[in-house]
């Protein structure tokens, strides 16, 4: 099930993708509602969905309802804007060096333990939506990294639990300011400013619920720009799998419905220029492209 937040004109909606067309799922949530718990639900974003108890259970739910009655032509939306499929988390966490060959490629052995750091929510950007490229910097890469959407609070989860705290998987481009980074790497300074320019932080175009993704470390991931193959590699490859992450992140922070977990990037950064056109395919999730402007 792949889920996506869109918008038409100030009307902001949940689609559902369907055979290469999208569904008002808003609409069907709020009949369904009506209809089977006398209540409206007004549901006009992914993260409205958190407020539920089992949101993958009352999606399966409407999703056969529209099936049964026969409602998707009454349902289809054909010309709307993509958003990210999370606008405003309470944070981003993303993870440094989680490839052995990036680790290698950045100058630096595989970690021991995980490496983590944020990204400023404001960063957070569409699919089709432009990077900016500041005039302050000379080199911005961007990085594939296959992202996690958390779907209840989690503190000092364990390993063999976390996947319980997962509602889906998105695609996230890491966007880094590499010139900015490497001189913060010499002073000792953290990574947070290189990483959290506004529009480095694309998301999307879909949030696929976790029941619909057979194996999280079995899915290619591939970066490309202008049609050019940057990046290629497997989440099999990842240092330290999914479990691992989550419990590791909340043993130090609790991590709130909706926060965002970015699994680190594979080998092959290169830097991006203004009118580049950068694509992330991540198999059975989509393609997430944004263009390279000038600042």
């Not at 958190?50 to 999606?59: G, I, K, M, T």
């Not at 950064?269 to 198999?283: C, K, L, Q, R």
């Amino acid at each position: 099930m792949k889920l996506l937040n869109c918008q038409i004109d100030n009307e902001r909606f949940i689609g559902l993708l369907d055979n290469n067309r999208t569904i008002n799922l808003s609409k069907a949530l709020k009949v369904y509602s009506t209809i089977y718990r006398g209540e409206d639900w007004f549901f006009n974003s992914i993260e409205d969905l958190l407020s539920l108890d089992n949101p993958e259970f009352c999606l399966k739910k409407v999703a056969d309802f529209i099936e049964r009655y026969n409602l998707k032509e009454s349902l289809y939306v054909e010309s709307f804007k993509t958003l990210s499929p999370i606008i405003r988390p309470s944070k981003i966490i993303a993870l440094g060096r989680n490839y052995t060959e990036h680790a290698r490629e950045t100058g630096y052995n595989p970690p021991e333990e995980p490496i983590f750091f944020s990204k400023a929510v404001s960063a957070i950007i569409g699919p089709e939506d432009a990077i900016v490229y500041p005039e302050c910097l000379t080199r911005v890469d961007p990085e594939a990294e296959l992202g996690l959407v958390i779907g209840k609070r989690a503190k000092n989860v364990s390993k063999e639990k976390a996947m319980e705290y997962i509602l889906g998987y998105t695609i996230i481009n890491d966007v880094t300011a590499r010139d900015m980074q490497t001189e913060d790497l010499k002073m000792a300074n953290p990574w947070f400013r290189s990483k959290s320019f506004d529009t480095f932080c694309p998301i999307g175009p879909y949030l696929v619920l976790k029941g619909y993704i057979r194996d999280p470390h079995d899915l290619n991931i591939e970066l490309r720009v202008n049609g050019t193959t940057r990046q290629k590699d497997n989440t099999r490859n990842l240092i330290f799998k999914i479990p691992e992450i989550v419990s590791y992140i909340t043993l130090h922070m609790t991590l709130e419905p909706g926060d965002i977990i970015a699994t680190g990037t594979p080998s092959g950064i290169a830097p991006v220029y203004p009118g580049d056109t950068v694509e992330i395919e991540i198999e059975n999730i989509g393609i997430l492209r944004n263009t390279v402007i000038r600042g």
